[in-house]
């Protein structure tokens, strides 16, 4: 195994049946602010309801980034329905660790296009993209409260391995985590057949 870091990148935007993955744009403003400010889409991940001015701030910053070049990094990605060319979510995909090869991602999806499998086809893309640029593990860490992302790891495949119990004090109250995991492996075995391509370059 390589001693060199891992490094993610995002070089094009990747087809899925129904969905394109691409890097953000100021022009996505709006469409985020729709759902990014909205209190019950904050009310378990980490960040509040998001202004437009802090929006139009991460779109000049760190999500204008395509590339994660080792530990601690990541990247933002947004995804967008092919029918109509609206952007519905985005993920976080971050790397955790060079040595042991680890990564974790994350999803925020529009709940006006909720219920319609949007969000599973995204992240299961995510994850190709993720253990194509040679990760051994991903994890995702959900709020025990969050029925919706809780059903999406189980419906990605990804195992749940712990629940931690008022392991964090979060939004004034403690909170219980859920811990799910893939292994490269595991994936390898039956978890990339999503149908995703990379526009204008090889299969992803």
């Given amino acids: 195994m390589s001693d060199a870091p891992v490094q993610l990148a995002l070089e094009g ?6 969905l394109l993955l691409r890097t953000l744009q100021p022009s996505d403003a709006d469409a985020l602010h729709a759902y990014r400010s909205l209190p019950d889409i904050a009310r378990y991940v980490p960040f509040a309801p998001m202004s437009p001015e802090l929006i139009a701030e991460r779109l000049h910053g760190f999500w204008a980034r395509n590339r994660a070049n080792g530990e601690g990094e990541g990247i933002v990605v947004g995804f967008e329905r092919v029918d109509t060319g609206e952007l519905v979510g985005d993920l976080a995909l971050m790397l955790v660790s060079d040595e042991h090869r680890g990564g974790e991602i994350g999803w925020v999806l529009n709940p006006d296009h909720g219920g319609r499998g949007y969000a599973t086809e995204a992240a299961r893309a995510g994850l190709g993209l993720m253990f194509a640029a040679g990760l051994h593990r991903v994890v995702a860490r959900v709020d025990a409260r969050n029925g919706p992302s809780l059903r999406l790891c189980e419906r990605l495949g990804m195992r749940r391995e712990a ?18 995991a893939l292994l490269e492996g595991e994936w390898a075995g039956g978890g990339q057949q999503d149908g995703t391509s990379r526009i204008g370059g090889r299969s992803a």
């Fill in 13 to 18: 935007p990747v087809r899925t049946s129904r």
């Fill in 163 to 180: 629940t931690l119990v008022a392991n964090e004090w979060f939004k004034g109250e403690w909170t219980d985590e859920v811990d799910y």
